[in-house]
């Protein structure tokens, strides 16, 4: 009421875009959008012939895809859970999606735990996105229009919820590192995805928010790359270009089952130096 001088007794839902403005917005994330469109479609699978609508927004609350059964789309209509409407909370006051981008957290707001009157007969259970800068991207929303809707389903509902919305950063911060190869890093007690992207060097070039903070690298924003044994705490052995040379024979020996031939062949020396390499490398014939 203060701070955004909104009237709980509001009755008209909430603010729309128009068809212009949300394909504008829908253009900004359109990869991300494809990437979520699978996930999106899988929760619905399960939560779709309960009273319940799936839906994703931007990280202002603007709503950019939508699932619902056609027996529901009115009434979810009605509420303004639609495409191109806006559920942030200066719109809104506290409400699912609003209030999960303003706290970046996964959160249930059950029916009258809603600011504005005519939202109190639903219930949403909210979880954010980060994108793979650590920057918030979104929120995933299931809103339910049940009269009966207990507690209970609430926080299974919202554990479905967390865990899509986990899985879809996961599968866009791969998009975005579509020639790194990807570390899922031990995360501890943290529940978010804990990924690391390195490059052919082995440097981390890229991490989720999860791993981000796990690791104490940079919040948002462009990493720094550094050594992925720095982070991951393996023991460097030999050092300089000892290392890098024994690590090139190994993977060329190993590939070819041992054949030192073949492994010469592969790293484009003659047999002769590669075996002089090896011993002194120390690796044995």
């Known amino acids: 009421m203060e701070h955004h001088q909104l ?22 994330l359109d990869r991300f959008l494809q990437v979520a469109a699978p996930k999106l479609d899988h929760l619905f699978g399960l939560v779709g012939n309960s009273g319940c609508a799936v839906l994703l927004t931007d990280e202002s609350g603007i709503v950019l895809d939508q699932r619902c059964t056609n027996a529901d789309a009115s009434i979810f209509d ?7 409407a806006d559920w942030s909370e200066a719109s809104e006051g506290t409400n699912g999606i609003g ?27 909210d979880a954010p996105i980060f994108g793979d800068d650590g920057r918030l991207l979104a929120a995933l929303d299931v809103s339910s229009a049940r009269a009966d809707q207990t507690a209970a389903y ?23 590192f579509p ?23 082995d440097l ?25 044994s720095d982070l991951l705490g393996r023991d460097d052995g030999p050092s300089g270009f000892e290392k890098a040379e024994r690590a090139a024979v190994m993977r060329a020996l190993v590939r ?16 002769a130096t590669l075996y002089r390499r090896m011993r002194r490398l120390g690796i044995a014939d």
């Open 99 to 125: 209030t999960c981008l303003t706290e970046k957290r996964q959160i249930t707001i059950h029916r009258d735990e809603h600011f504005l009157a005519r939202n109190i007969g639903m219930s949403c259970m």
């Open 204 to 228: 981390v070039i890229g991490a989720t928010r999860g791993a981000r903070r796990v690791f104490g690298l940079e919040a948002q924003g462009r990493l720094r790359p550094r050594p992925a």
């Open 179 to 201: 020639k790194a190869r990807i570390v899922v890093a031990d995360g501890g007690d943290s529940d978010a995805a804990v990924l690391l992207a390195l490059d052919s060097d």
């Open 78 to 84: 009605d509420w303004g859970l639609a495409l191109g």
């Open 154 to 176: 609430n926080r299974l509902i919202g554990a479905m919820v967390t865990q899509t919305a986990r899985a879809i950063e996961a599968d866009y911060f791969r998009a975005s």
């Open 7 to 28: 009237d709980p007794a509001r009755v008209q839902s909430a603010h729309r875009l128009d068809e212009q403005e949300l394909e504008e917005r829908r253009g900004q």
């Open 256 to 271: 070819a089952d041992g054949n030192v031939s073949e492994a010469a062949r592969a790293l484009g020396v003659g047999r």
